[in-house]
């Protein structure tokens, strides 16, 4: 299995990434990592722990599901984490000498699932704030636009919005009534004020994107299942923020770091790749 992308990140990816706030690299892990971590998302779905969310309604067909810091109970998920191309990847996006794991996250529509990814910003949900978090969401199915792939607005990072965050199975404990519920951008396509880019996937490519930048993805009506993890890292202007209304972390960090402290911290938020140490 790799532990580097099996192609360098341009200057043109860095430049790409910052103004429109999401891209895809294409082939970054080889076909081992696909096989493995696709065996470790059918454990998951088998097994999936205290942390599962199924976004599908009782009776509807298909398997909407939802996981997250999956790296601290699963070998395979860790290594990933912690030792796959992505920590690399991700500095290499942020211009970053070194960055942290934030958490992992795994999303897979089955054959026939109807429920879709509504419109929404990552960093409305988390206890953080800052620019340099990077979202890496890596296919290990082939993905379409029409079997569920991730849908953007380009650009839309840089508007200074910051939207109240929305969940498939519509958990109301996420709602900040002091925010702008996020628009419904599919009905604002034929709208020339929006850019929308969107990439079909190969097993093994990574969509990056800014925690502000706007997306959200189809029903899966394919005969086929869509499945990708979803990876965060921290660089250098990531803080801690534990407001109202956002996730809760594993490691129950609340109690070990204050308001305004860098995200990072052993065995929570660990350093998982840096620049001097790469370079030695």
Known sequence: MNRH?????????????????AICIREVFDQEWVARMNAAVDRLLADPGKRAREATKAGDPGRFHMNVFMWRRDPDFRDFALHSPLAELGATLL?????SLFYDQAFVK???????????????FWPALGNDIISLWVALTP???EGSGVEYVAGSHKWGKFYQAQTPDKDSKFTD???EPCPNFSELKGDPKYRFISWDCQPGDVICHHPLTIHG???NPLTSRRA??????????????P????MKCDGDPETKLKAGDPLVLDDVFPITWERERADA
């Open 243 to 246: 407001r109202a209304n956002v």
């Open 177 to 179: 009534a002091t925010l």
């Open 143 to 145: 993905v379409t636009l």
């Open 110 to 124: 089955e054959p026939g699932t109807r429920e879709v990814t509504q419109w929404h910003q990552d960093l409305p």
């Open 5 to 21: 992308p099996l192609r360098p990140v341009s200057r043109e990816d860095v430049a790409r990434f910052k103004e429109d706030g």
């Open 228 to 241: 990708a993890i979803s990876v965060r890292y921290a660089g250098k202007d990531a803080r801690w923020d």
């Open 95 to 99: 211009e970053a000498d070194k960055v």
């Open 217 to 219: 993805a189809g029903a």
